[in-house]
């Protein structure tokens, strides 16, 4: 965690809180109460037990029920406050996560893509889960370590002041021992969070990684990283135990009533013998004065508690203060005219001190034209694909989609004149059906099976157990890589927007896949602007327009045949790609 983030952590843990803030400090104060109705029955009780001394026949009714009342109303309040806290912390919690999620919605996707599914959850519900326990368990735990001591020491001066100097005296040795002994103590609870990640990274890296683990290096050097970040975690584990341990022991050895008490039998006899103090205020001092140790035991835990839970709490403020993407007043908002695209001189980085991935790249797809763009691998193929939907901004230049900058209109009216279809195909846990008319819950039946028709992916989703209405996803059918891209691009065919942004699937192994791919996307492609990463040069001869990619910078253009014959970037990729095909071919006659 950085230095900034540390010191400043005292104050974000209560600023993260602000939303429920009112109910929180309700929620102390009851607590707050409790601690002093406990503290006040204990000092009845002494009443009590001075009455009884003074009039052994005499049964001190009053006292006696006013002990009583306060020990109930003690229970009630901290049972009230801990009620108070956790609707608090179930609040924040769907706050936090509704804001969150609101959030994770208008940030540049590319940061949800570069962040990561895994961590990203970890946050929504790991770390939006230990704020939770932290508000519900701790805040009236604070208000009471903080309260009892304080009461019982304002209490202890009324009874008698050369006591409470006393009792408190040993408990500052005791706090000044404690502390001492809990040096560094934050700095290795940070090295011990920190390892506990560094495990839980490594583990979610071991089992993602199984299937190519497992084919490739037979597990030995993922595993190895793993096994390294279990030994450093026990290292730290073991040492932090230790000092933990030993920390926690001796605050718990002095910070126990024994040497108040034995203090206070003392001093209390010795004032007795010099006829300096009555029996009944000895009395009531020894039955107030053993609990304030006990009382700041807590104080000790929750230490270890706010350690945590800022970690959690500075992730959650790293993921909002993610800025969001620029987004026009709905006045001022304007609409697409047509189904053209353009870039003009556009730069782009991934991060502002990063190298240039776009320089200067204006082009132009006029609407219902087909548009391929190619180049060797890192060109900038994807990167231009993904800057159309926004995943980011550019860093310069414009992009125009129906001659409207992307950054001009409101990001509905975008995705409604946009389709994308990606390689990373992604259904949800629901029915074929409803993972085809996503976006279009008015769709009927009979449009959702003209579209999966036409995107060749009917006859299977007909032989699935419950047909259109099989769950896919998770617990769902599993379907082949080339029947998810069908689903996919059924739901495109169902959209039936103007433009449409392709990444051409990397070769299906099986071959009839493949031709129903083709013919899928075929059908998708029928009127529609298209814009396509294209990885097999054979799909797209046709294309009115080629843009060849070099290190970013647009290095040809033109139609397949002018290409070849300017023996530029796309001949070289062209011949490649032919001579690739006759070694195919002649392995295949071998
Ligand atoms: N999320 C990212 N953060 C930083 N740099 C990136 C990111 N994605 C891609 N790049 C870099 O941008 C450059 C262009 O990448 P891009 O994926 O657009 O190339 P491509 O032409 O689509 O390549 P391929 O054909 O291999 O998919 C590469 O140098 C790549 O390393």
Known sequence: MPDKQRAGSGASVWTIMRPVQGQIRFAMVLAGLAAACALGALSVLAWTVHALLAEPGQWPWLPLGLVVVLTVLAFVLRLSAFNQSHYAAFRLETLLRTDLARHLARVPLGFVQQTGSGALTKVVMDDVKALHVF??????LYARAYVSPVLTFVLLWWLDWRLALAATAVLAVGMAVVSLAMRGSGEMMQRYHAAGEHVSKAVVEYVQAMPVVRTFDIGTTTFQRYQRALDEFMEVVLQWYRMAGFSSRLSMAILNPLPTLAVLVWLGGWLISRDALDAATWLAVLLVGTGMAESLLPLMSLKHLVTKT????????????????????????????????CFDQVDFRYTSDGPLVLQNA????????????????????????RLIPRFWDVSAGSIKVGGVDVREMLPDVLMQHVAFVFQDTFLFADTVANNIRLGIEGATMNEVMAAASAAQAHDFIERLPQGYDTPVGERGVFLSGGQRQRITIARAILQNRPILVLDEATAFADPENEAALVAALSNLMRGKTVLMVAHRLSTIRGSDQ???????????????DALVAQGGVYARLWNNYEKAQDWALLGEQA
């Open 362 to 385: 204006s082009f132009k797809v006029p609407q219902g034209s087909v548009t391929a763009l190619v180049g060797p691998s890192g060109a900038g193929k994807t990167t231009v694909a």
């Open 310 to 341: 800022q970690m959690s709490i500075h992730r959650i403020q790293e993921v909002m203060a993610e800025p969001e993407l620029p987004v026009p007043q709905e006045q001022q908002a304007r609409t697409p005219v047509d189904g053209s695209v």
């Open 135 to 140: 508000v519900a368990d701790s805040t009236p």
């Open 546 to 560: 080629i843009l060849v990619f070099d290190q970013g910078r647009l290095a040809e253009r033109g139609r397949h």
